[in-house]
């Protein structure tokens, strides 16, 4: 079955150029959840179906996944410069491989809040993001000491020129000494003042974006609690609240 | 330098990240086509899915991910 000419739905009359359902007696698909638009139920009813049929819409779908992974590449081909243009396109490869994987393993959790495009391409930036970052970062030291606020204070650059400059670097620093432990005072100096990217620090220090995240979040209401208390910013306006 | 001096430098707000709910890298990921979705079909997206922008506001990483589809779903419509 050849996909229909796809249409966006934005701004669009709907209905028009989107694609039929499978009626072939011979595929049973399983029913689109409700509230799919047209477009997504015939993804989702290619991708369930057997043979040929399937072949051609994985083969479809793995063009969408190169397409958007060749996307975030052009994205960040300022930051890449250094890198020849055959191993970046063996990244975006790659990562549409790995996103296919991804979306073809997931299928049962797409519940038709967006379209299944939006939905697919999620993956494939997902994956050539977390690729090139890491590849960018690849000859760049990150220094993981907790201590290595030392280091950042004397090296200046770009967040500790802005916070210098309006004398809130002694008081932070004080903070991050204070209320920090020692892991957390690592990932808040690595990801929020030297602006490592936390994709390159997961594969550093062997763990998740959201366990980094989880471990900056709880290091901010810390410093964030300490600086209010000196009327400096803000206080946490949900002290309940979670992330990760 | 008075209190209500610091109190206006954006950077250290930045750094400290958003003080308010924010939902998680996981959930974040989880949510993100129904937010770009709902941001371009002109609906509130922030109303429907409360904790997506702060977090956004607060994870760089994430933040690209989201301009990146928002940009890949409009250029796919232009």
Known sequence: MA????????????????????????????????????DSEWWL????????????????LHELMLKAARFELSRRRA??????????????????????????????????????????????????????????WQEREVVLEPDAWTDFAERGGGVQAELESSELLGELKTAIDSALTPHQRRVFVALALNEVPIDVLSERLD??????????HDARKKLRAELAESGLVEPNSDESGRSG | MSASDHRND????????????????????????????????GADADAHLPGLRAHLEGCPACREDHDSLRALVVSDGS
């Open chain 1, 3 to 38: 996909p229909p000419r796809r249409r966006r739905a934005h701004g669009r009359p709907r209905g028009e150029g989107y694609p039929r359902r499978v009626s072939d007696p011979a595929v049973t698909p399983r029913p689109a959840p409700p509230g799919a638009e047209p």
């Open chain 1, 45 to 60: 009813t290619v991708l369930r179906a057997d043979g040929l049929e399937r072949e051609e819409a994985v083969a479809r």
């Open chain 1, 79 to 136: 930051a890449l410069s250094h890198v020849r243009g055959e191993e970046l396109d063996d990244i975006a490869t790659q990562a549409a491989n790995d996103a296919l994987m991804a979306v073809l393993s997931k299928l049962d959790d797409f519940r038709g809040a967006s379209r299944f495009t939006t939905w697919a391409y999620k993956f494939a930036l997902l994956e050539a993001g977390v690729k090139l970052r890491r590849r960018a």
């Open chain 1, 207 to 216: 763990t998740t974006r959201g366990a980094l995240y989880k471990t900056l």
């Open chain 2, 10 to 41: 954006g950077t250290l707000e930045r750094v400290l990240g958003p003080t308010g709910f924010e939902v998680t890298c996981e959930q974040c990921f989880e949510l993100l086509d129904q937010y770009v979705d709902l941001e371009l079909n």
